[in-house]
T-cell receptor
Framework: QKEVEQNSGPLSVPEGAIASLNCTYS??????FFWYRQYSGKSPELIMF????GDKEDGRFTAQLNKASQYVSLLIRDSQPSDSATYLC??????????????FGRGTQLTVWP | ETGVTQSPTHLIKTRGQQVTLRCSSQ?????VSWYQQALGQGPQFIFQ???????GRGNFPPRFSGLQFPNYSSELNVNALELDDSALYLC?????????????FGSGTRLTVV
């Protein structure tokens, strides 16, 4: 059973702080990983994907991947109240009968207070 | 690009009834997946279609079925509705050769079974 685990939170940070979200996955065959942001009552919105070990930066967001430790993280710098949402970590199964499906964690609820 | 659209937005059904949910994917997105997201959970993979054929299925009973049409639009059908089927149903699409970069999700259909 392929699983993705997230620190369930909730996570609360002040405006301007760094928010750190973490995720581990069980399937060593997974090659691509995603962070989706989901506002309450809305659908998930892709904010980052990463498939190489190391860091990937996009504006205020940095995704980190460590395949040896099966660990993915997302850092949000200069957090804003508009970043308040649930963040979903997902792993893409890219081989065999499960090719193309995403395995999601339960999500981490982030609140950024002014 | 017109995005991924789903209909209806909300739906209330009675236990035992049947429901059809619809998804219109972005132009060129030949891979469509359906996910069920229960309250407080991450999305769970139901099945995936590519070129009108089902090419992957999650742990959902046969009363969950689907179709993909030549224009890549898709339907999710659920028979004999149960109370536990109440959830947000999400459609996600991508060109098959770009799934490693992430899927685009539709706005979802909120199904309530009473």
């Amino acid at each position: 059973q392929k699983e993705v685990e997230q620190n369930s939170g909730p996570l609360s940070v002040p405006e301007g702080a760094i928010a750190s979200l973490n995720c581990t996955y069980s399937d060593r065959g997974s090659q691509s990983f995603f962070w989706y942001r989901q506002y309450s009552g809305k659908s998930p919105e892709l904010i980052m994907f990463i498939y190489s070990n190391g860091d990937k930066e996009d504006g205020r967001f940095t995704a980190q991947l460590n395949k040896a430790s099966q660990y993915v993280s997302l850092l949000i710098r200069d957090s804003q109240p508009s970043d308040s949402a649930t963040y979903l970590c997902a792993a893409l199964a890219d081989r065999g009968s499960t090719l193309g499906r995403l395995y999601f964690g339960r999500g981490t609820q982030l609140t950024v207070w002014p | 690009e017109t995005g991924v659209t789903q209909s209806p937005t909300h739906l209330i059904k009675t236990r035992g009834q049947q429901v059809t949910l619809r998804c219109s994917s972005q132009s060129g997105h030949n891979t469509v997946s359906w996910y069920q997201q229960a309250l407080g959970q991450g999305p769970q993979f139901i099945f995936q279609y590519y070129r009108e054929e089902e090419n992957g299925r999650g742990n959902f009973p046969p009363r969950f079925s689907g179709l993909q049409f030549p224009n890549y639009s898709s339907e999710l059908n659920v028979n004999a509705l149960e109370l536990d089927d109440s959830a947000l149903y999400l459609c996600a699409s991508s060109p098959l050769d770009r799934v490693v970069y992430g899927y685009t999700f539709g706005s979802g259909t909120r199904l309530t079974v009473v």
